[in-house]
T-cell receptor, first 112, second 113 residues
Framework: TQLLEQSPQFLSIQEGENLTVYCNSS?????LQWYRQEPGEGPVLLVT?????EVKKLKRLTFQFGDARKDSSLHITAAQPGDTGLYLC????????????FGKGTKLSVKP | DAGVIQSPRHEVTEMGQEVTLRCKPI?????LFWYRQTMMRGLELLIY????????DSGMPEDRFSAKMPNASFSTLKIQPSEPRDSAVYFC???????????FGSGTRLTVV
């Protein structure tokens, strides 16, 4: 069974701080996606990384896919209260590509 | 586009009752997915459809759960009879391509008492 482990589980920081959250697996994934979920809403896709070693930037967010395609990280520079939410990584299951496997997420709180 | 639309947003029902959750995917998306989210288990795939045909229902917990997609613009997830352990947030999602870039609805929060 392919699993995605996310760390830390919870993170509470002050506005302006930098942070990194991690998504790890013992399995190779063809791609990994990052979603952000706000309370009472569904997850919203932020980015998809496909190539090992790939780095993508979305404003203050930097996403990296590991060289071996088993892990990914999300770095946020100068966090703002609007970044608060649950960050989920996800990857397609090898056995059934339609099954997008999700990690349990990192719950980020950015205080003003 | 209005996105993926789910109804109802909240449902409270008594144990043993039938519950029907509804979903309208984004027009043109060939894939539709039903997920369940709980604190303990996170997001889990229940079933997904391609062009209205069920492809993988291995995540459906048991026979009490059933899902249909009678046409490209509508799907239902039914639980009969419902049990307290079914309490969770149920999400519908759709996509153009399998395994990439899902658009989720706002979810239905189900509470079975």
């Amino acid at each position: 069974t392919q699993l995605l482990e996310q760390s830390p589980q919870f993170l509470s920081i002050q506005e302006g701080e930098n942070l990194t959250v991690y998504c790890n697996s013992s399995s190779v994934f063809s791609s990994l996606q990052w979603y952000r979920q706000e309370p009472g809403e569904g997850p919203v896709l932020l980015v998809t990384v496909v190539t090992g070693g790939e780095v993508k930037k979305l404003k203050r967010l930097t996403f990296q896919f590991g060289d071996a395609r088993k892990d990914s990280s999300l770095h946020i520079t100068a966090a703002q209260p609007g970044d608060t939410g649950l960050y989920l990584c996800a990857g397609p299951e090898t056995r059934s590509q339609g099954n997008l496997i999700f990690g349990k997420g990192t719950k980020l709180s950015v205080k003003p | 586009d209005a996105g993926v639309i789910q109804s109802p947003r909240h449902e409270v029902t008594e144990m043993g009752q039938e519950v029907t959750l509804r979903c309208k995917p984004i027009s043109g998306h060939d894939y539709l997915f039903w997920y369940r989210q709980t604190m303990m288990r996170g997001l889990e795939l229940l079933i997904y459809f391609n062009n209205n045909v069920p492809i993988d229902d291995s995540g459906m917990p048991e026979d009490r759960f059933s899902a249909k997609m009678p046409n490209a613009s509508f799907s239902t997830l039914k639980i009969q009879p419902s049990e307290p352990r079914d309490s969770a947030v149920y999400f519908c999602a759709s996509s153009l391509v399998s395994g990439v870039g899902y658009t989720f609805g706002s979810g239905t929060r189900l509470t079975v008492v």
